[in-house]
């Protein structure tokens, strides 16, 4: 499994009420918390001007609410791909992520109900493969894992946390894929 070599944008979603208290969302249709809203308005001028073609986001209420905000800037058809919605955490979803998330990435531990990092990884593989046969650059907004199997994708650590609302420019290079934070 390995992306193909396009390059796009990613874009977690802004920040919930469980972020803000360390819980696991999975499936949970958590809404966007005030600092996810203004969040997402700090992020849309920084990918205005980018070049940005199509706005593809995970049908979840977070990620939907957030790419409404950025579109305010680029002016796009947003697509939403189901294949792009958070892992599912199953029995673990509105607990801590602690101690039981480590374990869970590294594929010795699975949640009763819940999505191995192996079938998140699957997943994101192929509807990103699908995706970035669209002409380009994407911006991709979604989830935490679902960066998380993406940065795997890449050769890049799937370890740490990917921050709310913080534009990512994903691009193949010499040495592997490069991800810019920010603008």
């Known amino acids: 499994m390995a992306l193909p070599e396009i390059p796009f944008w990613f874009l977690r979603h802004g920040e919930t009420d469980y972020n803000a208290a360390g819980l696991s969302q999975g499936a949970l249709d958590i809404p966007l918390n005030a600092t996810g809203r203004a969040q997402a308005q700090t992020a849309g001028p920084l ?40 892992v ?22 699975t949640p009763e109900g819940a999505e191995t990092f192996f079938q998140v990884l699957e997943r994101v593989d192929l509807v990103m493969a699908r995706l970035l046969q669209m002409p380009g650059p994407l911006l991709i907004v979604a989830h935490g894992g679902v960066f998380r199997a993406l940065r ?27 991800v810019t934070a920010g603008l």
């Open 47 to 86: 990918l205005a001007g980018q070049g940005i073609v199509r706005i593809v986001a995970s049908p979840m209420q977070r990620t939907r609410e957030t790419a409404g905000i950025i579109n305010e800037f680029l002016g796009l058809d947003v697509h939403y791909e189901r294949d792009l919605r958070e």
């Open 88 to 109: 599912v955490f199953g029995g673990m979803e509105g607990k801590p992520l602690m101690p039981w998330f480590p374990e869970w990435l590294e594929g010795r531990y």
């Open 152 to 178: 795997d994708l890449m050769g890049l650590p799937k370890e740490g946390l990917t921050a709310n609302a913080v534009p990512l420019y994903c691009a193949p290079g010499e040495n592997g894929w490069d």
